[in-house]
């Protein structure tokens, strides 16, 4: 599973950075470009509950084929794309079904105990960060070619093909993934466990209809359980912690939305310098990744007091950053954010897992990659708004975003607190 996820980022990173370039050269507006753009985040937005939902009904394996399959078709209508019209309509498949690397997660949170569960997802994280790294380089390269956008796309769309070989290729075993679901499932004690539970009877009506080949009704028995999932997730006391992350995700894009402006303003030093600075944080993001182990196990495992140290030492690396008055200051702030930052996504996914119940792991995810998505929309335009104040106003601005995350974690303290402790007395 590491190997797709390093692929995925990889070929996606090779394109992607290309494609404003590209849709600009087919005659399209920045206007056009930006609603091309803001589409295909609108889509990822509504789109990641239902595929997550929808991967905990039908299995991974197969939602993760179709996802994959489906993602390498858009990629492909990317390159034959001759028409604004082209490039627009090729954003659709992957802005729906491209999900792969939260089915990817959930299905990893399915095979790996609670205890290991953060050391695998950071070693998962730093596979695709280093992708993420690679892939630009090489698509720069091939887009100095003749027709290179399009070898580029069509590079990407191989890269899912095989992606989608390897895991068909797995070793799966759908019995013994659901009996690790069970009894995970079990553990979980809040009221959304208790709802995942009560809807077996309507999964099992999904796979007696899966055995009789009901094209019919199969399809509305899937969409009819998905809708009481995300029912069951809106139920839920599970609000906190997406607010938690909502909070931290938009403090942390507002730290990079008007970054490499704010280094030219406030210290006069290029934007070539801030992309070197970028990359050497995604660098150190990757080494926090593989240092999860060694760090989960200073914490003995307590996953809430391990996210409310990172999110607090976030919270003053960006005010460090805000209020830095040296470029040393800003490289000291960018280096141990790296860490925190990467520790955090980390601990606030495992937190989701531990209190939501693993047997909804899908779901869960997906609702996670919502309110991601819901970040990445209201991000900008709150930089805008502070940017007309201050350079240093977006990230002042998430200081205050962090100090509300952390009181938060601080108010429900008891309830992170106890699943921690049920996790490590059934461990």
């Known amino acids: 599973l590491f190997l797709p996820s390093f692929q995925d980022l990889f070929g996606v990173s090779m394109v992607v950075p290309l494609m404003h370039l590209h849709v600009k050269s087919l005659g399209a507006s920045h206007t056009v ?57 090729s954003r659709v498949p992957v802005g729906i079904f491209k999900h792969t690397l939260s089915i990817s997660k959930a299905l990893l949170s399915d095979l790996v105990s609670e205890r290991d569960r953060p050391l695998v997802m950071g070693r998962f994280n730093a596979a695709s960060s280093v992708g993420f790294i ?7 390269y091939l887009t100095e070619l003749e027709d290179g956008f399009y070898q580029t796309s069509f590079i990407c769309a191989s890269i899912f093909l095989l992606n989608a070989g390897l895991v068909w290729m797995l070793p799966w075993s759908e019995e013994n993934t659901g009996n690790r679901e069970h009894q995970q499932g079990n553990k979980g004690t809040d009221s959304f ?16 209809a899966m055995a009789s080949n009901s094209l ?8 009819a359980t998905v809708l009481k999932r ?70 003995q495992h307590n996953t809430y007091r391990l996210l409310l140290h990172s999110s607090t030492l976030t919270c003053t690396l960006i005010l460090l950053y805000a209020s830095a008055l040296s470029i040393w ?20 996914l495992d937190l989701e897992l531990t209190i939501g119940g693993n047997e909804a792991s899908g779901t869960l995810l997906g609702v996670g990659q919502s309110v991601t998505s819901v970040g990445r929309i209201v991000a900008p335009l709150l930089s805008g708004i ?24 601080n108010m429900n303290k008891q309830k992170y607190c106890s699943h921690g402790n049920v996790k490590l007395k059934n461990q």
């Open 329 to 348: 200051m800003v490289i000291l702030s960018s280096t141990f954010l790296a860490f925190s930052t990467t520790i955090g996504r980390t601990c606030i």
């Open 134 to 140: 690679l892939g630009p380089v090489v698509g720069g």
């Open 193 to 208: 466990s208790a709802k995942v539970n009560r809807d077996l009877h309507l999964k099992s009506a999904t796979n007696g």
């Open 386 to 409: 502070a940017q007309e104040f201050s350079p240093c106003g977006p990230p002042s601005l998430g200081v205050g975003l962090a100090l509300v995350a952390i009181l938060i974690m």
């Open 230 to 299: 995300i029912k069951g997730i809106a139920c839920s006391d599970l609000w906190d912690i997406f607010l938690v992350r909502l909070l931290m995700s938009v403090a942390i894009l507002l730290y990079y939305s008007n970054f490499s402006l704010a280094l030219e303003e406030r210290f006069g030093v290029k934007p070539l310098f801030a992309g070197y600075l970028m990359s050497y944080s995604s660098a150190l993001g990757v080494l926090a990744g593989c240092l999860l182990g060694p760090i989960t196990r200073l914490y």
């Open 33 to 89: 470009a930006g609603i091309i753009g803001s589409l295909y985040g609108i889509m990822q937005l509504f789109s990641s509950t239902f595929v997550g939902c929808w991967s905990d009904i039908v299995g991974r394996r197969y939602s993760l084929l179709a996802c994959i399959l489906l993602s390498a078709l858009g990629y492909f209508l990317l390159g034959t794309s001759t028409t604004v019209f082209l490039f627009a309509i």
């Open 216 to 223: 019919f009704w199969f399809p509305w028995i899937q969409v």
